[in-house]
Nanobody, 124 residues
Framework: QVQLVESGGGLVQAGGSLRVSCAAS????????MAWFRQAPGKEREFVAG????????YYADSVKGRFTISRDNAKNTVALQMNSLKPDDTAVHYC?????????????????WGQGTQVTVSS
């Protein structure tokens, strides 16, 4: 079993950048496909970005494509999401998620483990 802890959220102005990170413990991160999801108030939790076990394949929601970059460092047991050109619509709690199966899943139920989330707020 793996434990996930996010960090790096905060308040940023529209057009700015923010980097959120996820640190894993309990098991080596290379055993998991990883993803970032987000949930805004009153909305469903939605897929943002995913990355394969090796880091060789990445996937993005259309809403963040070209602005966000997901990466992982299996040696350090960390996953990060670099967010550029942020918009007020990006305001949400951002969650790190892990699944033991191969392939990036796009829905909440595809993932077995979750962090507690980190708040990202983008002001206009």
């Amino acid at each position: 079993q793996v434990q996930l802890v996010e960090s790096g959220g905060g308040l940023v102005q529209a057009g700015g950048s923010l980097r959120v990170s996820c640190a894993a413990s309990g098991r080596t991160l290379s055993s998991y496909t990883m993803a970032w999801f987000r949930q805004a108030p009153g909305k469903e939790r939605e897929f943002v970005a995913g990355i394969s076990r090796s880091g060789g394949s990445t996937y993005y929601a259309d809403s963040v494509k070209g602005r966000f970059t997901i990466s992982r460092d299996n040696a350090k047991n960390t996953v990060a999401l670099q967010m550029n050109s942020l918009k007020p619509d990006d305001t949400a709690v951002h969650y790190c998620a892990a699944r033991s199966r191969y392939g990036v899943g796009l829905t909440r139920t595809d993932y077995d483990y979750w962090g507690q989330g980190t708040q990202v707020t983008v002001s206009s």
